[in-house]
C-alpha cells in the first residue's frame, strides 16, 4: 500500500483568489460534494472543478472550509503539531442513527424494529465469535470463518498461529466485557495486549511491554518493502499513552463534549497511531473501541461485528489512517471510516435478526406440537435443518448458549430421546446428528422420547 499523494499548497495570490469566490453557489456545491464523502486528495484531484478553478484551486477551497471549523486534540505527532478533527452532516446522521438503535439492548425491541428476545443470548455470542475471527483475518489469520467458529463452539485447541489469534481475541473481547467498571489505564492495556499476543509472539519477552528502541517496528508495503508509517519514538510512550489514557477517562464538560462513537473512533485512531506494542496493536485499537462503547451504555456492540465490514475492503480500512497523517493531522478520514462501519454493521444486524426472526417464526409453526422444546432446542434444530452434516456435542451447545454443561446435556440428550438428533462420537466426545428425516419429523410432529 503505497502512502496517498501530499495535497497541494497554493500561493497567496492563488489563496486571494479563492477567497473571492468563496460565496459562490457553484463553490459551496462543490466542497458539500466533496464533505459528503470527505474525500481526500488522492480522490478528488480527480472531480470537476467549478468554472475557472483547477484542481489543486478546489481542493484550496476545500480546505478552507473544513479549516475553519476543525477541533484540536491532545494527540500530538513527533513535531508537537496537534491532530484534529471537523463532523461534516454525515456524520451527525449516522451517529443520530446509533443513537436510536444502540443506546441499550431494549433499542432492539422497540415497534418496528426485529425482536430478540429468546435469541438474544445466542446471537450476542455468535457475533463475539464473527467479530474476534474477523478482527484477527485483518492481521493476516488465514482460516475459513466455518473452521474458526466450529473451533470456538467446540472449545477445539487452535493448530496453528492463525487459530490461536482467533481464540485469544475472543477470550481477550470476553474480557473486556468483564472490564467495564474500571476506567482505562496503561496495567489495563497491557493485560489486553498480553490476552492478545498469548502463544503468538516469536519473542514472548514482548508481551505486556512497551515497544522499545531496540524493536524495529514499522509498516511497510509488502508488494516492494517501501515504508508506509513509521510510529513515534518508542522513548516517549509511557508519556503519549498516559495522555491517551487520560483522553479516555475525561468526563464531558460543557463545551468540550464528543459523542461516544466519535470519541471511540479517536482513540481507535491514536492507539493505532502509536502502535506502542511489537505485536497486537490493530486487534487493541479495534477492541478498544469495542471496550469503549459498552462502558459508555452502548449494549447494541454487543451484537455489531464491525471488523466482518473492515474486512471485505481492508485497503479502505487502512487509508483512514494514511489520509489524516498526510493531510494536516486530520483524523476525521478515520472517523468518518468508523462510523460508515459501523452504519454498515448495524444494517447488516437488522438484515441478520429479521431473517433470524421470520425462520423462528418458521421453526415455531413447525414445533407448535412440542410447546415443551426450549429455545435453545428451537434454535438447534433451525441450525440442523440447515446443516444436516453438522455434529453437535455438549461442549459446542454450552459455548452456543452461554449456558451450563449440565444444561447443555439435558438439552441434548432430550433431543435425542425424541428421535430428532442421532448420538455417535465426536472424537472422544459424545456426538449427535440429525436425524435424516428430521424436516418430515418436525412437520408431522411424530416425535416422543424414548424409554431409557
Not at 14 to 39: D, F, K, V, W
Not at 60 to 77: C, E, G, N
Not at 290 to 304: K, S, T, V
Not at 337 to 358: G, I, S, V
Request: aromatic residues 8%; positive net charge.
Amino acid at each position: 500500500m503505497r502512502p496517498p499523494p501530499t495535497p497541494p499548497r497554493l500561493t497567496e495570490a492563488s489563496l486571494m483568489r479563492i477567497l473571492g469566490r468563496m460565496g459562490e453557489p457553484a463553490i459551496h456545491q462543490y466542497i458539500a460534494e466533496a464533505n459528503t464523502e470527505y474525500r481526500h486528495w488522492e480522490k478528488q484531484r480527480y472531480r470537476p472543478t467549478p468554472d475557472g478553478l483547477s484542481p489543486e484551486m478546489g481542493w484550496q477551497a476545500i480546505k478552507l472550509a473544513r479549516t475553519s471549523q476543525v477541533l484540536s486534540l491532545p494527540l500530538l505527532d513527533e513535531r508537537g503539531r496537534a491532530f484534529q478533527y471537523w463532523l461534516p452532516n454525515q456524520a451527525f446522521e449516522i451517529l443520530h442513527e446509533v443513537d436510536r438503535w444502540g443506546g441499550t439492548a431494549l433499542a432492539l425491541t422497540d415497534e418496528g424494529a426485529p425482536k430478540i428476545g429468546e435469541m438474544r443470548d445466542r446471537v450476542v455470542i455468535s457475533s463475539l465469535m464473527e467479530e474476534a475471527i474477523a478482527t484477527s483475518q485483518i492481521e493476516g489469520a488465514v482460516t475459513t470463518r466455518k473452521v474458526a467458529k466450529e473451533m470456538l463452539r467446540t472449545n477445539r485447541k487452535p493448530r496453528n498461529r492463525s487459530e490461536q489469534m482467533i481464540v485469544n481475541s475472543y477470550r481477550t473481547i470476553q474480557l473486556l466485557r468483564q472490564r467495564l467498571d474500571r476506567p482505562l489505564s496503561l496495567d489495563l492495556l497491557f493485560e489486553i495486549q498480553e490476552s492478545m499476543t498469548r502463544d503468538t509472539m516469536d519473542d514472548p519477552s514482548a508481551i505486556g511491554r512497551f515497544r522499545t528502541a531496540e524493536d524495529d517496528v514499522c509498516i511497510v508495503d509488502e508488494r516492494d518493502a517501501e515504508v508506509v508509517f513509521v510510529p513515534p519514538s518508542a522513548g516517549l510512550l509511557p508519556q503519549r499513552m498516559a495522555r491517551l489514557v487520560d483522553f479516555a477517562n475525561a468526563a464531558s464538560e460543557r463545551g468540550s463534549f464528543i459523542h461516544p462513537l466519535v470519541k471511540g473512533a479517536i482513540l481507535h485512531f491514536w492507539l493505532a497511531y502509536e502502535h506502542p506494542f511489537v505485536d497486537g496493536n490493530g486487534r487493541m485499537a479495534r477492541a478498544l473501541l469495542y471496550w469503549f462503547m459498552l462502558r459508555n451504555a452502548y449494549w447494541l456492540f454487543e451484537f455489531l461485528t464491525i471488523s466482518r465490514v473492515i474486512v471485505k475492503a481492508p485497503t479502505q480500512y487502512y487509508r483512514s489512517f494514511l489520509y489524516g497523517e498526510h493531510d494536516d493531522n486530520d483524523v476525521t478520514y478515520s472517523i468518518i471510516y468508523q462510523l460508515r462501519a459501523t452504519q454498515q454493521a448495524l444494517a447488516e444486524l437488522r438484515k441478520y435478526l429479521t431473517e433470524k426472526q421470520a425462520e423462528q417464526q418458521r421453526l415455531a409453526a413447525a414445533l407448535r406440537r412440542f410447546p415443551d422444546i426450549n429455545h435453545r432446542q428451537r434454535a438447534l434444530l433451525l441450525h440442523a435443518l440447515q446443516h444436516p452434516a453438522q455434529v453437535y456435542t455438549f461442549q459446542s451447545h454450552q459455548n452456543s448458549h452461554g449456558i451450563t454443561y449440565v444444561t447443555a446435556r439435558s438439552d441434548l440428550l432430550d433431543l435425542s430421546q425424541r428421535g430428532l438428533l442421532i448420538e455417535g462420537r465426536q472424537g472422544r466426545q459424545r456426538g449427535f446428528l440429525p436425524t435424516e428425516d428430521l424436516a418430515k419429523r418436525l412437520g408431522s410432529g411424530k416425535t416422543r422420547r424414548k424409554q431409557r
